[in-house]
C-alpha cells in the first residue's frame, strides 16, 4: 500500500472552488489549468498517469526529505502544469505533467542570489544549421528528462507537498528541497552548471559570443551542440561520434533520444541534403494562433455577434 494518498476523489474536496475562475481569463487554452480542470477532463486518466510518472521520477532521484518547517523558515507553494506534447503535425504525442515550485515566493538574498542562465540565441541556431547544411553533418535532437533535477541546491528550500500526493499522517510535514525543482528561481543556473561541467570534462570548447554553443573538434570529427534549456541539438561530422555522445550522455543524465532534427522549439526543419538546404517554417504555431484567437474572440464577444461573424 503506497504512503500518499491517491488521486481519484479526493481532488472534488480538496481542489479550491475559486481555481474555476482562472479558466475565465485563459479560455483559448486547451490544456488543463490545474489539477481540478486535469481531473475534470475527458482525458483525466492520462493526466493521472502523467501525474504518477512525473512523482515516480522525483523520488527515484531523491528530490526532497519530509521534515518539519523551522520557525525561521517559510515554505513555498508548488503546483501541476499539465502540457500536451505534440509533433510538427498536430499529432498528439505524450501527456506530460510537471510539478512546478511557485518561485515567486522566494525572496532574493535570503532563498537565493545569482539567477542568469544563458539560453541559445536563434541567430546561433541559424548560423550553425547553415553550416552544417553546407558541410552536410548529422544533426539530431535530445531531451534532458526532469531536467532541473540535476542541479544542485546551494540554499535550504521547503515546500509544501504536491497536491494527490500528500502522505498520510504526515501532512505537517514539508519538502526539504534537495535538488533544483521548475519554478524555483535559481534552477535554470544550477541546470546550466551542472551541463556546462560537463561538456567541459568532455573537452568540449564553449563559445564566448554564445554560452550555449559548444564545440569540438580533432583531426577525424567535428561535434557541436547547442543548448536551449532542456532541448539539446546536435550535429556531428560522422555517425559513431554522434553515437558516442549520445551514449555519453545517457550515462550521465536521463534522455530522451529523438532521432534525426525535425521539430524543435515550435519550429519545423525541412531538410534536402542532396541540394544541402534546410528549410525552417513555423505553420503549426500559426496554425495554432489563429485557432486561439478565434477561441478567445467568440468567449469574448457576445453570443449573437460571434454567431453572425464570418468563418475563418
Given at each position: 500500500?503506497?504512503?500518499?494518498?491517491?488521486?481519484?476523489?479526493?481532488?472534488?474536496?480538496?481542489?479550491?472552488?475559486?481555481?474555476?475562475?482562472?479558466?475565465?481569463?485563459?479560455?483559448?487554452?486547451?490544456?488543463?489549468?490545474?489539477?481540478?480542470?486535469?481531473?475534470?477532463?475527458?482525458?483525466?486518466?492520462?493526466?493521472?498517469?502523467?501525474?504518477?510518472?512525473?512523482?515516480?521520477?522525483?523520488?527515484?532521484?531523491?528530490?526532497?526529505?519530509?521534515?518539519?518547517?523551522?520557525?525561521?523558515?517559510?515554505?513555498?507553494?508548488?503546483?501541476?502544469?499539465?502540457?500536451?506534447?505534440?509533433?510538427?503535425?498536430?499529432?498528439?504525442?505524450?501527456?506530460?505533467?510537471?510539478?512546478?515550485?511557485?518561485?515567486?515566493?522566494?525572496?532574493?538574498?535570503?532563498?537565493?542570489?545569482?539567477?542568469?542562465?544563458?539560453?541559445?540565441?536563434?541567430?546561433?541556431?541559424?548560423?550553425?544549421?547553415?553550416?552544417?547544411?553546407?558541410?552536410?553533418?548529422?544533426?539530431?535532437?535530445?531531451?534532458?528528462?526532469?531536467?532541473?533535477?540535476?542541479?544542485?541546491?546551494?540554499?535550504?528550500i521547503y515546500m509544501d507537498q504536491p497536491q494527490g500526493f500528500v502522505?498520510?499522517?504526515?501532512?505537517?510535514?514539508?519538502?526539504?528541497?534537495?535538488?533544483?525543482?521548475?519554478?524555483?528561481?535559481?534552477?535554470?543556473?544550477?541546470?546550466?552548471?551542472?551541463?556546462?561541467?560537463?561538456?567541459?570534462?568532455?573537452?568540449?570548447?564553449?563559445?564566448?559570443?554564445?554560452?550555449?554553443?559548444?564545440?569540438?573538434?580533432?583531426?577525424?570529427?567535428?561535434?557541436?551542440?547547442?543548448?536551449?534549456?532542456?532541448?539539446?541539438?546536435?550535429?556531428?561530422?560522422?555517425?559513431?561520434?554522434?553515437?558516442?555522445?549520445?551514449?555519453?550522455?545517457?550515462?550521465?543524465?536521463?534522455?530522451?533520444?529523438?532521432?534525426?532534427?525535425?521539430?524543435?522549439?515550435?519550429?519545423?526543419?525541412?531538410?534536402?541534403?542532396?541540394?544541402?538546404?534546410?528549410?525552417v517554417s513555423q505553420s503549426k504555431y500559426i496554425e495554432e494562433v489563429?485557432?486561439?484567437?478565434?477561441?478567445?474572440?467568440?468567449?469574448?464577444?457576445?453570443?449573437?455577434?460571434?454567431?453572425?461573424?464570418?468563418?475563418?
Amino acid at each position: 500500500m503506497r504512503e500518499r494518498r491517491l488521486l481519484g476523489e479526493w481532488w472534488k474536496n480538496h481542489i479550491l472552488p475559486q481555481q474555476d475562475v482562472e479558466r475565465t481569463n485563459v479560455a483559448c487554452l486547451d490544456d488543463p489549468l490545474n489539477l481540478c480542470d486535469a481531473m475534470r477532463s475527458e482525458d483525466a486518466s492520462k493526466w493521472e498517469a502523467a501525474m504518477e510518472e512525473e512523482f515516480g521520477s522525483l523520488m527515484a532521484n531523491g528530490m526532497w526529505e519530509l521534515v518539519p518547517l523551522p520557525k525561521d523558515h517559510k515554505s513555498v507553494g508548488c503546483k501541476w502544469v499539465f502540457r500536451t506534447k505534440r509533433d510538427a503535425s498536430g499529432h498528439i504525442m505524450r501527456h506530460k505533467a510537471r510539478l512546478v515550485a511557485k518561485g515567486y515566493f522566494q525572496v532574493e538574498g535570503v532563498d537565493f542570489n545569482e539567477t542568469f542562465a544563458p539560453m541559445a540565441k536563434f541567430t546561433t541556431i541559424r548560423c550553425m544549421f547553415a553550416i552544417g547544411a553546407a558541410m552536410d553533418l548529422e544533426i539530431h535532437q535530445m531531451d534532458v528528462k526532469t531536467v532541473f533535477l540535476n542541479g544542485e541546491l546551494e540554499e535550504d528550500i521547503y515546500m509544501d507537498q504536491p497536491q494527490g500526493f500528500v502522505q498520510d499522517g504526515k501532512e505537517h510535514l514539508v519538502c526539504k528541497l534537495k535538488k533544483s525543482l521548475y519554478g524555483l528561481k535559481k534552477s535554470p543556473r544550477a541546470w546550466y552548471q551542472c551541463i556546462d561541467m560537463f561538456f567541459t570534462h568532455e573537452d568540449f570548447f564553449r563559445s564566448q559570443v554564445d554560452h550555449s554553443l559548444y564545440v569540438k573538434q580533432t583531426g577525424e570529427y567535428l561535434l557541436i551542440v547547442i543548448i536551449y534549456v532542456d532541448d539539446l541539438i546536435i550535429l556531428a561530422s560522422n555517425v559513431s561520434i554522434l553515437k558516442w555522445l549520445k551514449s555519453r550522455l545517457e550515462e550521465e543524465f536521463e534522455m530522451s533520444d529523438l532521432g534525426e532534427l525535425h521539430y524543435c522549439l515550435g519550429v519545423e526543419f525541412e531538410r534536402d541534403r542532396a541540394n544541402r538546404t534546410i528549410t525552417v517554417s513555423q505553420s503549426k504555431y500559426i496554425e495554432e494562433v489563429r485557432k486561439r484567437f478565434n477561441k478567445a474572440m467568440n468567449f469574448l464577444l457576445p453570443k449573437s455577434a460571434s454567431e453572425s461573424a464570418p468563418p475563418p
